[in-house]
């Protein structure tokens, strides 16, 4: 009996293996795959590009970039000032 029930369930899995895939299924050729690469990178590199430029625009610009230095250069001027007073 289990023989009987199998052997129908066989053929049906064995005719949707050999079928192959369905058309909107079928995965890309290689040589297409390669061919669109240079193209993906260059998308990607240009994508990281812009954003990176904005990060650091929106760095340059921001409030606590623009404190910090002005901080700097005043606590850099006043050691500059004490080093040239004490060792003049």
């Given at each position: 009996?289990?023989?009987l029930l199998a052997l129908p369930v066989l053929v049906v899995v064995?005719?949707?293996v050999l079928e192959g895939?369905?058309?909107a299924q079928a995965t890309p050729?290689?040589?297409s795959t390669l061919e669109n690469i240079p193209d993906k990178?260059?998308?990607f590199g240009n994508t990281l590009e812009d954003k990176t430029r904005a990060a650091i625009d929106?760095?340059?610009q921001s409030d606590i970039a623009t404190k910090t230095r002005n901080w700097i250069?005043?606590?850099f001027n006043k050691?500059?000032?004490t080093l040239k007073d004490t060792f003049s």
């Open positions: 009996m289990r023989l064995l005719s949707m895939p369905a058309p050729d290689v040589l990178l260059k998308e929106h760095i340059r250069s005043e606590t050691v500059k000032g």
